[in-house]
């Protein structure tokens, strides 16, 4: 089932991934099914990243367990 990645280009997120692991911030990035491998990819700048980590994070739509916007 399509979770429409595509709603939350420029929304800040609250991502679960597939793993359990929370991530929060802002979608910067939305690549399409038909340019990505047949699967939708988001990008998302993560909030309050440490500085010796990744400040962004791409995931593909089955990394995704569930994600919704926040304020």
Do not use: C, H
């Not at 991934?17 to 399409?32: P, Q, W």
Request: net charge negative.
């Amino acid at each position: 089932m399509s979770k429409q990645l595509w709603n939350y280009l420029r929304s800040k997120v609250q991502v679960v991934n597939s793993g359990g692991e929370i991530i929060k911030g802002l979608v910067t990035d939305f690549v399409d099914e038909m340019d990505n491998d047949e699967q939708d990819e988001i990008t998302i700048l993560i909030d309050g990243s440490s500085p010796n980590g990744p400040t962004e994070i791409s995931l593909y739509e089955s990394d995704i367990a569930s994600i919704q916007v926040i304020t």
